[in-house]
């Protein structure tokens, strides 16, 4: 048998056809077109994305690598940025007490803070998810006893419980380990400090479509519930998650830089944004403000920009407000 004749030239489609017409149906989209008519999520996703391909890019496109010894000089602390007497174009905003640039220190210490407020997040979510769906289909004393653990932890500030959950952990380590243990500490104690919101939101939801008549017939028809919750329930749960995860991640961010603040958190050898804002801080009034306030201002500014993104995403995807 020979090859099927091909299509007439008429029926053919161009190449990139599909690729356009995909393109196009994703700018019909709902969300899309509400983004896109949207200068303030506009402007806070635009913000965000570049700090965090800045972090992301910092062995690339940072100056100095602050976390070689080799190549600290103690002959260079304390530099001003480059606009002010005494500054050296190398060093664009400055050194810190110990010879590190200070633009290097903030591009390392953004992607430490993201990874671990991201890590923080997830773990939060999950847990959150996991037992908010176990809360809204077993119901009961479990339901009761999940729902009473987070009422009780609501009446303590989420800084408060993750100290205590750093503190527990670092007192249970030896001395030794902790340094090289910091980062999952602080990601175990800020995501154990965040999962409430996530498990009282999934409950809510999963209660309702639990009682709806889908849920209902797979029940009917044998299906269990290992089966029925993450096919059925779990996917009508999304939407408030990721609006829950994205505001969260700003107060993961906060959180992290509060307890480095307090040296709780990453170790000066591995500074956070936290981190440097609690080394400079101690060189603040005598004149050296940009080990501080340059830290500072990248930490509200990534803040500022999950928050608004996290807003507008909030608002777009609430039935109530289209």
């Not at 020979?2 to 995909?22: E, I, N, Q, T, V």
């Not at 809510?204 to 044998?222: F, P």
Request: glycine letters at 10%; a negative charge.
């Amino acid at each position: 048998m020979g090859a099927p004749p091909s299509p007439p030239p008429a029926l053919r489609r161009p190449p990139g056809a599909r690729l356009r017409a995909l393109w196009a149906a994703f700018l019909e989209d709902d969300l899309v077109h509400e983004f896109r008519h949207s200068p303030v999520a506009i402007l806070g996703f635009a913000l965000a994305a570049g700090l965090i391909l800045a972090a992301l890019l910092a062995p690339l496109i940072a100056p100095h690598d602050p976390y070689d010894p080799a190549g600290i000089d103690l002959m260079n602390g304390l530099l001003p940025p480059f606009w002010e007497e005494g500054g050296r174009l190398v060093f664009p905003l400055g050194t810190d007490n110990q010879g590190r640039d200070v633009l290097s220190g903030i591009l390392y210490g953004l992607r430490l803070s993201l990874a671990i407020s991201c890590a923080a997040v997830a773990l939060s979510a999950v847990a959150g998810t996991a037992l908010g769906l176990l809360a809204a289909w077993t119901g009961g004393w479990v339901d009761a006893v999940i729902m009473r653990l987070a009422d009780i932890q609501l009446s303590f500030p989420a800084i408060l419980v993750a100290m205590l959950v750093d503190g527990i952990a670092r007192a249970s380590l030896p001395p030794s380990e902790h340094a090289a243990l910091a980062m999952p500490i602080v990601i175990v104690a800020i995501g154990i400090s965040g999962w409430v919101q996530y498990a009282r939101t999934v409950r809510s939801i999963a209660i309702v479509e639990k009682g709806k008549d889908y849920v209902e017939a797979a029940r009917l028809i044998g299906l269990p519930a290992v089966l029925i919750v993450p096919r059925h329930v779990l996917p009508n749960t999304t939407g408030a998650i990721l609006v829950i995860a994205t505001v969260h991640l700003a107060t993961a961010i906060l959180t992290e830089a509060t307890l480095s603040f307090l040296g709780l958190g990453m170790p000066p050898t591995e500074p956070s944004i936290g981190t440097l804002i609690r080394i400079g801080n101690d060189f603040l009034f005598s004149g050296e403000w940009w080990i501080t306030i340059l830290p500072g201002v990248t930490l509200a500014l990534l803040v500022l920009s999950v928050n608004l993104v996290g807003d507008w995403l909030r608002d777009a995807l609430n039935p109530q407000l289209r």
